[in-house]
C-alpha cells in the first residue's frame, strides 16, 4: 500500500526542515567562533625541526685564496668536503671567472641572482662562455673540466645554488696555477 500523498509531502517536508535547521545550527557555530577571535592558531616554529636561515644572517666568506671583490661563498648546509649532500651560495663579481677544473661528483646550480657564464673544456676563453640568466639551470657532469664566472662589464654580480654529494675532490686542470682568472 502506498502512502496517500498529502502524508508523503509532510513527511519530505519535515525532512527538508531538519536539514535546513541543521544547516543554519551549523552556519550559527562557525560564526560565533569567528567573532570570539579564537580562530585556529598555528603553534611557533620548532628550530629542532625547522632551521630557517634569513638573508641577513647568511655569512659570506672568500673563496678559496681569490682576491679581494672577486667571489665569495656561503655554506647554507653541508660541507664541501665531508661526506654527504652540500648546498653553498656562489656569489661571482664582474670580471672575474675560476680557472678551468672539474670536481669528483656531479653539482646542481640554480642562477638566484645576476647573469653567470659558464663553458666546458680545458681551454679558457670568456669570450665562448654561454650567459645562464636568473632562473637558469646548470648540471655539470663529475669529472669533467669546465669553467665559470661573470664577465667584465656585467652590471652586477651572479648569485648562484650550488648543490652536490660531498666531497666535492676540486681538481684544477692546470695544478698549481691560480684557481681564478681575470674574465
Known sequence: ????????????????????????????????????????????????????????????KPWNGAPPGSAEIATLSGSLDAPGPYLVLMRWHPGFM?????????????????TWWVNSGTDFDPAQTMPVPLGGFVHRFARTPHYDGVRSGAAGPAVIALFGIAPVLFEAIEPGAPVWRRA
Open 1 to 60: 500500500m502506498r502512502p496517500h500523498p498529502e502524508a508523503a509531502a509532510a513527511a519530505g517536508h519535515a525532512a527538508g526542515m531538519d536539514r535546513r535547521a541543521a544547516m543554519i545550527l551549523a552556519l550559527l557555530a562557525l560564526c560565533s567562533l569567528a567573532l570570539s577571535g579564537r580562530g585556529a592558531q598555528a603553534s611557533p616554529i620548532n628550530p629542532a625541526e625547522t632551521a630557517v636561515t634569513l638573508p641577513d644572517a647568511i655569512t659570506w
Open 98 to 114: 675560476s680557472a678551468p677544473h672539474s670536481y669528483a661528483t656531479d653539482r646542481l646550480s640554480i642562477v638566484l641572482s645576476g
